[in-house]
């Protein structure tokens, strides 16, 4: 998902701006889903017979410092595994990216356990948001207690068509998810205008296209190398596996 230039501001994130950059968004991302489900289509035969593409390894589209990758931004670092692990990887993400939410969905768990919980890989997650509706919901997750940062997360990408689609109400259905996490209407006015936690959710997005050239979602920054774009299970472990 490209990134977007737009500033996000108190203002964006409850206002009617946000469903029309949402809007823009979900359309550009059905006419990639369009053409890239019609050459899947026309190439089932071929990936067939050559083994599952998306397993491929891809290649790095960038290096990077990761020195400088791994010193924390302005919020307090989501990480899991050992700090020593061999292999680091840091994921740039954004909550209405649903080739973010195909990853966390289908490949996340099997990586953490297979490479994370074993000690192999410290895996550092860092908000990266393309929209207002993004950014409030990265907000939501910063304001709930730290150990239910990674279950708010995962509730918002498995429910993401709920309350991230253009033709939804965002902010009803954005309350109604964090009432169940523990938030009441008033707490929850109070994160969306928390003008602080917004400045530093920006600051994190700024720093990574910046620093790190991060322009689309999810981007992986593993051991010095850039990859942008979803992974497979299959994928990702020979590249971790590469490393290890």
Same mark, same amino acid.
């Given at each position: 998902m ?6 996000l501001?108190k203002?964006?994130?409850?206002g009617?701006?946000a ?5 823009l968004a979900?359309?550009?991302f059905?006419?990639t889903a ?5 050459t899947t289509a026309?190439?089932?035969?071929e990936?067939t017979n050559?083994g ?5 390894v891809?290649?790095?589209d ?14 307090p670092e989501i990480?899991l595994?050992?700090?020593?692990a ?10 209405t990216c649903?080739?973010c ?6 490949t996340?768990d099997?990586?953490?356990q297979?490479?994370v919980d074993?000690?192999?890989v ?14 409030a919901?990265f907000?939501l997750?910063?304001c709930?207690p730290?150990?239910q940062?990674?279950?708010?997360v995962?509730? *918002?990408?498995k =429910?993401q068509?709920a309350?991230?689609?253009p033709? /939804?109400?965002?902010? $009803? !259905? ?10 009441t209407e008033?707490?929850f006015?109070?994160? *969306?205008t928390n =003008?602080?936690?917004?400045d530093?959710?920006?600051? /994190?997005?700024?720093r $990574? !296209?910046?620093d790190?050239?991060?322009n689309a979602t999810p981007?992986?920054?593993i051991?010095?190398k850039?990859y942008a ?7 990702m ?7 290890l």
């Open positions: 490209p990134m977007s230039d737009m500033l501001t203002r964006h994130l409850l009617g701006t469903v029309a950059a949402l809007s979900f359309a550009a059905a006419d369009s053409a890239a489900n019609a026309g190439g089932a035969q990936t050559a599952s593409a998306e397993d491929q891809p290649s790095p960038g290096n990077v410092d990761m020195n400088e990758v791994l010193k924390p931004g302005a919020l990480a595994g050992k700090e020593d061999p292999v680091k990887i840091v994921e740039y993400m954004s909550l649903p080739h939410a195909h990853f966390a969905t289908t996340f099997a990586i953490k297979k490479y074993t000690g192999k410290r895996f550092i997650i860092r908000e990266f948001p393309f929209d207002p509706r993004a950014a919901a907000m997750a910063r709930a730290q150990e940062y990674l279950p708010m995962d509730m *918002l990408f =429910q068509i309350w991230a689609s033709d /939804v109400d965002g902010r $009803a !259905a954005l309350l109604q998810m964090s009432k169940l996490a523990g938030f008033d707490s006015t109070k994160c *969306l =003008q602080k936690l917004l530093d959710v920006n600051s /994190v997005r700024e $990574a !296209a910046k790190f050239g991060v981007t992986f920054l051991n010095g850039r774009g979803d992974m497979s299970v299959g994928a472990s020979k590249l971790i596996d590469s490393l």
